[in-house]
């Protein structure tokens, strides 16, 4: 079984702070996407990775996939209030059809 | 583009009872995936529907079973509910097989009472 790990489950960070948030697995993923979900909304995703070692920069945001498609991390500059929401990492199943398996999430305080 | 559109919103319902969700999928999408998001948690696959088939499973009991219409679009039905299965059910279309971007719609709230 594929299992996500995401660490850490909650952050509180004050406003132009800087975090990284963690998604492990011991099995290696196709692909790793990341979403941000925000109370009583459906999550939107905001990356995939598929290349290990892959690195790719939304603006503020900056994501890793690991040399060995096992981990991902999503880096915040300078948080700001409307980075607040879940964080969602997601890999593909080794089918490749869609099916996605989930982290745990992790929810993201800023406070301005 | 409307995107994915699930109804309803909100649905309580008592425990032994059965439910009906839906789910309209994003323009030009052939595949929908359902997933139960526990709160706090991240979304759990339930299954997924292609060509009005199911063609992946999740590890949920067969009270979870799913259709989808000519059109697309598709339901997910659960039987003899559970207080267990409180949770938020999100939908996502996609269309493709390599590495295909899901679009989720905003969920249907469930609360078995």
């Known amino acids: 079984t594929q299992l996500l790990e995401q660490s850490p489950q909650f952050l509180s960070i004050q406003e132009g702070e800087n975090l990284t948030v963690y998604c492990n697995s011991s099995?290696?993923?196709?692909?790793l996407q990341w979403y941000r979900q925000e109370p009583g909304e459906g999550p939107v995703l905001l990356v995939t990775v598929v290349t290990g070692g892959e690195v790719k920069k939304l603006k503020r945001l900056t994501f890793q996939f690991g040399d060995a498609r096992k981990d991902s991390s999503l880096h915040i500059t300078a948080a700001q209030p409307g980075d607040t929401g879940l964080y969602l990492c997601?890999?593909?199943?080794?089918?490749?059809?869609?099916?996605?398996?989930f982290g745990q999430g992790t929810t993201l305080q800023v406070k301005p | 583009d409307a995107g994915v559109t699930q109804s309803p919103t909100h649905l309580i319902k008592t425990r032994g009872q059965q439910v009906t969700l839906r789910c309209s999928p994003k323009?030009?999408?052939?595949?929908v995936s359902w997933y139960q998001q526990a709160l706090g948690q991240g979304p759990q696959f339930i299954f997924q529907?292609?060509?009005?088939?199911?063609?992946q499973r999740g590890n949920f009991p067969d009270r979870f079973s799913g259709h989808q219409f000519p059109n697309y679009s598709s339901e997910l039905n659960v039987n003899a509910l559970l207080l267990g299965d409180s949770a938020l059910y999100l939908c996502?279309?996609?269309?493709?097989?390599?590495?295909?971007?899901?679009?989720f719609g905003q969920g249907t709230r469930l609360t078995v009472v």
């Open positions: 996502a279309s996609s269309w493709g097989d390599r590495f295909p971007e899901a679009f």
């Open positions: 323009s030009g999408h052939d595949t």
């Open positions: 529907y292609y060509e009005e088939e199911e063609r």
């Open positions: 099995s290696v993923f196709s692909s």
């Open positions: 997601a890999g593909h199943g080794s089918s490749n059809t869609g099916k996605l398996i």
